[in-house]
């Protein structure tokens, strides 16, 4: 488990897009944040600042029906990589899938295998 902040902290590469599982809805960060803004609504307005004055971050809150749309589009179109995180209470987050397009590959050429989530 990490806290949040350290968790953005990790480099990955630009064509991972990192989200946190809030239950009812969707966050990412950072610059994740402004480029699912841009891909997804084509603006960056829907953009929010979280965080102290010297110490805010971008964030951007996506519901479940746009969290599953832009998942499927950066799986699928674009063969980028989705990490999600889960609160593991307070501010500690554990990672609580990662997928590619190999495991997207997987599960359309072998169904029953959805157990690799």
């Given at each position: 488990?990490?806290?949040?902040?350290?968790?953005?902290?990790?480099?990955?590469?630009?064509?991972t897009v990192?989200?946190?599982?809030?239950?009812?809805?969707?966050?990412?960060?950072?610059?994740?944040?402004?480029?699912?803004?841009?891909?997804?609504?084509?603006?960056?307005?829907?953009?929010?600042?979280?965080?102290?004055?010297?110490?805010?971050?971008?964030?951007?809150?996506?519901?479940?029906?746009?969290?599953?749309?832009?998942?499927?589009?950066?799986?699928l179109?674009?063969?980028?990589?989705?990490?999600?995180?889960?609160?593991?209470?307070?501010?500690?987050?554990?990672?609580?899938?990662?997928?590619?397009?190999?495991?997207?590959a997987?599960?359309?050429?072998?169904?029953?295998?959805?157990?690799?989530?």
């Amino acid at each position: 488990m990490v806290n949040m902040s350290f968790c953005l902290s990790f480099q990955k590469p630009v064509t991972t897009v990192r989200f946190f599982n809030r239950g009812d809805y969707y966050t990412v960060h950072g610059t994740d944040a402004v480029f699912t803004a841009k891909e997804l609504f084509h603006s960056t307005a829907v953009v929010k600042f979280i965080g102290a004055d010297n110490n805010r971050i971008e964030s951007l809150a996506l519901g479940k029906a746009n969290f599953e749309s832009f998942v499927r589009d950066l799986l699928l179109v674009k063969q980028y990589r989705v990490e999600v995180y889960v609160a593991q209470g307070g501010n500690d987050w554990t990672v609580e899938y990662k997928v590619g397009i190999v495991q997207v590959a997987v599960l359309v050429i072998f169904p029953q295998s959805i157990c690799f989530l």
